[in-house]
Antibody, heavy 114, light 112 residues
Framework: QVQLQQSGAELAKPGSSVKISCKASGYTFTSYYISWIKQTTGQGLEYIGYINTGSGGTNYNEKFKGKATLTVDKSSSTAFMQLSSLTPDDSAVYYC???????WGPGTMVTVSS | DVVMTQTPPSLSVAIGQSVSISCKSSQSLVYSDGKTYLHWLLQSPGQSPKLLIYQVSNLGSGVPDRFSGTGSQKDFTLKISRVEAEDLGVYYCVQATHFPLTFGSGTKLEIK
């Protein structure tokens, strides 16, 4: 069955970076773009951007340019999102999902604290 | 960015009742291909969101036909007929016509 498996929770210090993974299984990886979504209690769901899993091309929400970097490793059917220059505002649950939103990962909680 | 206004913020209903959730967009959601990319998601407690309805009125895989979606242009509605206990959670509309995609603020459904 189709699955998106995400890496585990991260505790990071302000100013550092984290890299979250999203490993796909059960389908041809390059068949679907992968989207990334941020969820916080205060801001709800926010769309970060997507990556074309075939070409590696990306499209970012302007709000997350410079914050998030999306990459892909086709050999392992894995998409990655790196979050840089972390601040407490980056504390959230981050989801990967396919473009059509019919497959979602379980989410990765990122906590930024000194 | 397109603003998605979702109402009500919360609902409390008895099993077997019907409910409707409204989602209004600040711009038309009709894409240049003629399709309308307005979807509905349900986030059950402790879970990832799940696709309920895509492109206004099409049921997602395995979604019971108690769920239905209607609407056009800027005004959309999700209806749940004969609410069941498993329907509790937060419902979101999301538009995928304009980039960046944007979500409604959610409607929390509680069971009386």
């Amino acid at each position: 069955q189709v699955q998106l498996q995400q890496s585990g929770a991260e505790l990071a210090k302000p100013g550092s970076s984290v890299k979250i993974s999203c490993k796909a299984s059960g389908y041809t990886f390059t068949s679907y773009y992968i989207s990334w979504i941020k969820q916080t209690t205060g801001q709800g769901l926010e769309y970060i951007g997507y990556i074309n899993t075939g070409s590696g091309g990306t499209n970012y929400n302007e709000k997350f340019k410079g914050k998030a970097t999306l990459t892909v490793d086709k050999s392992s059917s894995t998409a990655f999102m790196q979050l840089s220059s972390l601040t407490p505002d980056d504390s959230a649950v981050y989801y990967c999902a396919n473009w059509y939103f019919d497959f979602w990962g379980p989410g990765t909680m990122v906590t930024v604290s000194s | 960015d397109v603003v998605m206004t979702q109402t009500p913020p919360s609902l409390s209903v008895a099993i077997g009742q019907s409910v409707s959730i409204s989602c209004k967009s600040s711009q038309s959601l009709v894409y240049s291909d003629g399709k309308t990319y307005l979807h509905w998601l349900l986030q059950s407690p402790g879970q990832s969101p799940k696709l309920l309805i895509y492109q206004v009125s099409n049921l997602g895989s395995g979604v019971p036909d108690r769920f239905s979606g209607t609407g056009s242009q800027k005004d959309f509605t999700l209806k749940i007929s004969r609410v069941e206990a498993e329907d509790l959670g937060v419902y979101y509309c999301v538009q995928a016509t304009h980039f960046p995609l944007t979500f409604g603020s959610g409607t929390k459904l509680e069971i009386k």
